[in-house]
């Protein structure tokens, strides 16, 4: 099973240039999200979605948009890229309406703003 | 306000130590409390607690949830330099929409 798939693995953007973080899931999880991790802050919601046609807004989404066109796939676009957007951004992904469901990630992509 | 607090922040221990790992959370309608173990990449999964099931272990790894207190705490016992990560603690939202995360406890191993 390949779970949580995340492309690319590195990315290098400068400032104002937009781009798409794509992501996949193969283990029809309804529950899809995006995190992003910054040193000392841990890891901040971005976006999340229940299912396909639903997407909300988690605790940081300036910047950023989503949608969710299939189950599988929920890919985040960065409209104009910003230093600010510099992390290291992971996707998750579980069984939403199971209460005992932990969170799958996929292995991150890392991008830089410059 | 963070609602999980994890700590120390850091810990730097020698190979056959046992440690202890703490986070803290606040609670609205719990659902359940999560591990995780953050190496170079991915977080992966460790535990789940919940209502019906406070303790958990795994091998050398064990968890326990004190619902009164609003704390858990991830015990290594006989470390390994493999158990050397970030490990996570994260509490779902009372909807389980969105998960909070605390910032981390970084266990280092020794030879």
């Known amino acids: 099973n390949a779970g949580v798939t995340q492309t690319p693995k590195f990315q290098v953007l400068k400032t104002g240039q937009s781009m798409t973080l794509q992501c996949a899931q193969d283990m029809n999880h309804e529950y899809m999200s995006w995190y992003r991790q910054d040193p000392g802050m841990g890891l901040r919601l971005i976006h999340y979605?229940?299912?396909?046609?639903?997407?909300d807004q988690g605790e940081v989404p300036n910047g950023y948009n989503v949608s969710r066109s299939t189950t599988e796939d929920f890919p985040l676009r960065l409209l104009s890229a910003a230093p600010s957007q510099t992390s290291v951004y992971f996707c998750a992904s579980s069984f939403h309406r199971r209460v005992q469901s932990p969170l799958h990630f996929g292995n991150g992509t890392r991008l830089t703003v410059t | 306000e963070d609602k999980v607090v994890q700590s120390p922040l850091s810990l730097v221990v020698h190979e056959g130590d046992t440690v202890t790992l703490n986070c803290s959370y606040e609670v609205t309608n719990f659902r359940s409390l999560l591990w995780y173990k953050q190496e170079k990449k991915a977080p992966t999964f460790l535990f789940m607690l919940?209502?019906?099931?406070i303790e958990k272990k795994s091998g050398r790894l064990s968890s326990i949830l004190d619902k009164k207190e609003l704390f858990s705490i991830l015990n290594i016992t006989a470390t390994q330099t493999g158990d050397s990560a970030v490990y996570l603690c994260?509490?779902?939202?009372?909807?389980?929409?969105?998960?909070?995360f605390g910032t981390g406890t970084s266990l280092t191993v020794i030879p």
């Open positions: 979605s229940v299912g396909a046609g639903i997407t």
């Open positions: 919940t209502s019906s099931g």
């Open positions: 994260a509490e779902p939202s009372n909807t389980g929409n969105q998960f909070y």
